[in-house]
T-cell receptor
Framework: LAKTTQPISMDSYEGQEVNITCSHNNIATNDYITWYQQFPSQGPRFIIQGYKTKVTNEVASLFIPADRKSSTLSLPRVSLSDTAVYYCLVGDYRDDKIIFGKGTRLHILP | DVKVTQSSRYLVKRTGEKVFLECVQDMDHENMFWYRQDPGLGLRLIYFSYDVKMKEKGDIPEGYSVSREKKERFSLILESASTNQTSMYLC??????????????FGEGSRLTVL
């Protein structure tokens, strides 16, 4: 898996758009970018995955520039319930050894 | 709905006891994983299995073993529990898929305290 770097923590306010950027300079041609969200005392859950350009679902958007060396998870109009840890993973489907980094701890303030 | 079920949400054991943590998935997934999570350290991979009876060490296998006799069940074993194994243990599964997909599905976690 490609190594990723993301901020350790971020604060934002309710109603704001939050963008979390992940750096992955050594991403390989076949690698996909996947984001997970983890609430306290729960296991992580998948939120979005992409290969290039932009992907959007009901939870978030994922922006990937042409060089794919970074990606940005965008959470529109956050609420207190979006307080969680967000993990960025980069890898190929053949990677069996799936390693998580420390993630970004997002704290939403009222 | 997909489901990964961990047998116990909370366990309290004594030093030296043998501990079994069970994980069952109902999605016919090939791959299964055991992680532990500690404050400030994120999720760390203990062991994973890519098929029945196949297992590979993760980053922190010391003090642990695993068993996968059936496709749906992946067990984590602490042969002799120690206090430094007090942690949250998370099981996950997936089917590797070429292209998009192949995401991990996690259980709710098992919080183990070793006294």
């Amino acid at each position: 898996l490609a190594k990723t770097t993301q901020p350790i923590s971020m604060d934002s306010y309710e109603g704001q758009e939050v963008n979390i950027t992940c750096s992955h300079n050594n991403i390989a041609t076949n690698d996909y970018i996947t984001w997970y969200q983890q609430f306290p005392s729960q296991g992580p859950r998948f939120i979005i995955q992409g290969y290039k350009t932009k992907v959007t679902n009901e939870v978030a958007s994922l922006f990937i520039p042409a060089d794919r060396k970074s990606s940005t998870l965008s959470l529109p109009r956050v609420s207190l319930s979006d307080t969680a840890v967000y993990y960025c993973l980069v890898g190929d489907y053949r990677d069996d050894k799936i390693i998580f980094g420390k993630g970004t701890r997002l704290h939403i303030l009222p | 709905d997909v489901k990964v079920t961990q047998s116990s949400r909370y366990l309290v054991k004594r030093t030296g006891e043998k501990v079994f943590l069970e994980c069952v998935q109902d999605m016919d997934h090939e791959n299964m994983f055991w992680y532990r999570q500690d404050p400030g350290l994120g999720l760390r991979l203990i062991y994973f299995s890519y098929d029945v009876k196949m297992k590979e060490k993760g980053d922190i296998p010391e003090g642990y073993s695993v068993s996968r006799e059936k496709k749906e069940r992946f067990s984590l074993i602490l042969e002799s529990a120690s206090t430094n194994q007090t942690s949250m243990y998370l099981c996950a599964s997936r089917t590797p898929q070429q292209g998009a997909g192949g995401e991990l599905f996690f259980g709710e976690g098992s919080r183990l305290t070793v006294l």
